[in-house]
């Protein structure tokens, strides 16, 4: 059983440059979500996905964009990216509202 | 927003030591929820706990889940080395709010 899978687990870009975070889970959850941590900031919601064709706007939004392609999947992409979003960034998953909440592993980001 | 306070940002014991964090809110969550995350990996759930005045233990971590609903508390008893990580408590409600982490340290 894999959990949640991100994919890549280590990205470097140049500004400017654009890419999309892969994200998947095989536990039939219907809520997905995107995090970012930062040193200091603790874990901060970007964007979230409560159920299948459902998202919604996080704490920290800009510059993002997501996509729930299907129950298992949820990308986020990066459209022009800029240093102030290099980062960690975690995909995490849970089965509904007030339930636990299930991480991938991590993509670290760098943007030059 | 809600938010979650965790202080100390770090702590440091001894191996064979208890140790007892807290994390507190000005507002009531229905479920509380607590993470460690080791080095170049994501959170994992330790305890989750769903019901006032809850005590759960997972074997050397107890958490309780406080009668307020607006904190909780997690202890880990006779700690040991790979205790090492940073430990996050959640609230939730319809959204999930996260503290800032509290960084352990363990010495042998």
């Known amino acids: 059983n894999a959990g949640v899978t991100q994919t890549p687990k280590f990205q470097v870009l140049k500004t400017g440059q654009s890419m999309t975070l892969q994200c998947a889970q095989d536990?039939?959850?219907?809520?997905m979500y995107w995090y970012r941590q930062d040193p200091g900031m603790g874990l901060r919601l970007i964007y979230y996905?409560?159920?299948?064709?459902?998202?919604d706007k996080g704490e920290v939004p800009n510059g993002y964009n997501v996509s729930r392609l299907n129950k298992r999947e949820f990308s986020l992409r990066l459209e022009s990216a800029a240093p102030s979003q290099t980062s960690v960034y975690f995909c995490?998953?849970?089965?509904?509202?007030?339930?636990?909440?299930?991480f991938g592993s991590g993509t670290q980001l760098s943007v030059l | 927003g809600q938010q979650l306070n965790q202080s100390p940002q770090s702590m440091f014991i001894q191996e064979g030591e208890d140790v007892s964090m807290n994390c507190t809110s000005s507002s009531i969550f229905n479920t509380w929820l607590w993470y460690k995350q080791d080095p170049g990996e994501g959170p994992v759930l330790l305890i989750a706990l769903y019901k006032a005045g809850e005590l759960t233990s997972n074997g050397r971590l107890t958490a309780q889940f406080g009668i307020t609903r607006k904190d909780s508390f997690l202890n880990i008893s006779a700690s040991i080395p790979s205790d090492v990580g940073i430990y996050f408590c959640a609230g939730a409600n319809s959204k999930l709010t996260f503290g800032k982490g509290i960084t352990l340290s363990v010495r042998p």
């Open positions: 996905s409560a159920s299948e064709g459902t998202t």
């Open positions: 536990m039939n959850h219907n809520s």
């Open positions: 995490a998953s849970r089965i509904n509202s007030n339930e636990k909440l299930f």
